[in-house]
């Protein structure tokens, strides 16, 4: 297991990393000054070069965690070496106004106040996110603390631990994909979200009035949905209780192939909606956005043609990977505020 910490400078990296005693830590610019004394002068080629051959050595390596830059400013660092060398990715996202204060008070980072700082970072988030969905590596981006490192940093190192003993939304898409696949020899599969595409309503809300802030930053990894099961275990549902939702009949009726449910919402409670549907369902700490997309993917490998149904963020990938992807839309015909700003070609609009 081979992880990546990133994050911008001043992010706050070595101080998580100096909190972890459960597995080897390695800091990445002490290791290259190490491995050459004479990087700082090296030119970007030199440099480079540096970086190729610390990760062929660490490569070596089956268990650690290091910290890693993806960009400084608007040159790229990231080379595909260094994407080898690493498992999973950890994403460290820290507020842009409260890295520009850091950066401000900091003497060796001022020199990083010329540029966009949340364009800056808003580019590694989305380039080690592409990059893990094409070459099949676990992404996770940590949004905790929001604004002040020193701030339960314990969430941070707790998620760590629990990557270092199987947590995978990756391994999750795989058994889940497999489970599918052992289910139906169908060649066209149907994947559909649960919450405000299979129900009218939030099914968390309606049942328990369950309102949470995971998502504000409108991230959707396996971080969030980890911190969202810990707010789950809070709750309890009996099948005997009155379930306030209304299903979406319009769009199931139009349903005619096998379908499977990838749920986000309080497994009691999909259990209960998904025998009305009589369609399994998928649910857990793990189920993503980017669980989500390694299912679709892994389905498509398989042969099969997967046609999904989604209304937001936590789709997203899933519908634009899809060979059809339907978004479903709000009431008043708007889509979801998570999707601002994404690219919405290609998907067909219910």
């Known amino acids: ?27 990445g610019s002490r290791l290259l000054r190490e491995y050459d004394p004479e990087f700082d002068q090296r030119d970007e080629a030199g440099r480079e070069k540096d970086r190729k051959a610390v990760a062929n050595i660490m ?29 999973v990715y950890i994403y460290l996202y820290i507020d842009p106004k409260v890295l520009r204060e850091r950066m401000e008070a900091s003497e060796k980072n001022r020199k990083y106040l010329k540029y966009d700082i949340a364009e800056w970072q808003n580019r590694e988030i989305q380039g080690l996110r592409t990059y893990c969905h094409e070459h099949n590596k676990d992404f996770y981006i940590a949004d905790n603390p929001p604004e002040n490192r020193f701030a339960d940093v314990h969430l941070v190192v707790d998620f760590i631990r629990d990557i270092t003993n199987g947590f995978s939304s990756l391994e999750f898409a795989k058994k889940r994909a497999g489970d599918i696949l052992s289910s139906t020899d169908s060649a066209e599969i149907v994947l559909a979200d649960g919450d405000k595409t299979l129900t009218i309503e939030d099914s968390s809300f309606e049942v328990f009035g369950y309102t949470t802030h995971l998502f504000d930053g409108n991230f959707y990894t396996g971080y969030q949905s980890w911190k969202q099961w810990l707010e789950f275990s809070e709750f309890t549902y009996h099948a005997d209780d009155t379930l306030p939702v209304h299903l979406r009949d319009n769009l199931i009726q139009c349903i005619d192939k096998p379908m499977f449910i990838l749920t986000s919402g309080h497994n009691l409670v999909w259990e209960q909606i998904s025998k009305k549907l009589n369609a399994k369902y998928y649910y857990g700490n793990m189920m993503s956005a980017e669980a ?57 609009f219910v």
């Open 59 to 87: 490569m070596s390596k089956p268990r650690f965690i290091m910290d890693g830059h993806y960009a400084f400013g608007n040159e790229t660092a990231f080379t595909e070496d260094e994407g080898k060398m690493y498992d």
């Open 292 to 348: 989500k997309y390694f299912i679709t993917k892994i389905l498509q490998e398989a042969g099969r043609k997967v046609i999904a149904y989604g209304d937001g963020m936590n789709d997203y990938y899933m519908l634009k990977q899809a060979d059809e992807g339907y978004l479903v839309r709000k009431k008043d015909g708007s889509v979801s505020r998570s999707l601002k700003n994404r690219d919405l070609g290609g998907l067909r």
């Open 1 to 27: 297991m081979r992880i990546g910490l990133y994050g911008m400078p001043t992010a706050g990296k070595t101080y998580i990393l100096d909190k972890l005693d459960f597995i080897e830590v390695v800091v």
